[in-house]
């Protein structure tokens, strides 16, 4: 256990639809990262929070929100999904967000149907 | 902008040493990382290099030369769990980190 939790483990939608993923930190770690990896394909960046606010953009699509609770979980918001986005959706904390390693959850995997 | 370059595959024999290299074009580059990536499960970190030169861990070293944008992990007395993904990923400015495609690690017997 890294002590990044994620859920739900496995979700499966229809194209269309929304849902949110929910990550807990690890305990003192302020910083909450989001990555989507495609089959086969590296690690995307999607949004990093810190301490409650938004630090950084990656590419991350207008359909896609997140946001960072004063209890420093995160939630990851897709939404109008489309077949392109069945992927694994990481989300990793760190204690500064000043870019050290981190800590990964072990994933949700997002099937579009 | 960010670009890191590492083989797809490699196949080694257990008990073999394996180096798996890395180049990588990052502005404001502050840090290498190596992580390690079973299928469908999270990467796990291995290594991080700031400084050039070799760092041992056990079974895994990583080399840094940042004049030459390189690096390479070696994995020393490879066991079949070794198997897996390895990412080279480089840190640069604040907050980012670029991850590579990754190289897919298969250990035979």
């Known amino acids: 256990d890294s002590g990044v939790t994620q859920t739900p483990k496995h979700l499966i939608t229809a194209t269309g639809q929304r849902v949110t993923l929910r990550c807990s930190p690890r305990s003192g770690d302020l910083s909450v990262y989001w990555y989507q990896q495609s089959l086969d394909q590296g690690l995307q960046f999607l949004i990093q929070y810190y301490n409650g606010e938004e630090r950084a953009k990656g590419n991350i699509l207008e359909r896609f929100s997140a946001q960072q609770f004063p209890d420093l979980h995160s939630e990851l918001n897709l939404s109008s999904l489309e077949l392109g986005d069945s992927a694994l959706y990481f989300c990793?904390?760190?204690?500064?967000?000043?870019?050290?390693?981190?800590?990964f959850g072990s994933g949700t995997r997002l099937t579009v149907v | 902008g960010q670009n890191i370059d590492q083989p797809t595959e490699m196949t080694a024999t257990e008990g073999a040493i394996v180096q798996i290299n890395c180049t990588y074009q990052t502005s404001g580059f502050n840090g290498l990382f190596w992580y390690q990536q079973h299928a469908g499960e999270a990467p796990t970190f291995l290594s991080y290099n700031v400084l050039d030169g070799l760092e041992e861990k056990g079974r895994f070293s990583s080399f840094l030369s940042r004049s030459k944008g390189y690096s390479y992990l070696l994995l020393k007395e490879l066991q079949m769990k070794d198997s897996a993904s390895y990412l080279c990923v480089a840190g640069a400015g604040s907050y980012q980190l670029t991850f590579g495609k990754g190289t897919k690690l298969s250990v035979i017997p």
């Open positions: 990793a904390s760190s204690v500064d967000g000043q870019g050290g390693g981190y800590t």
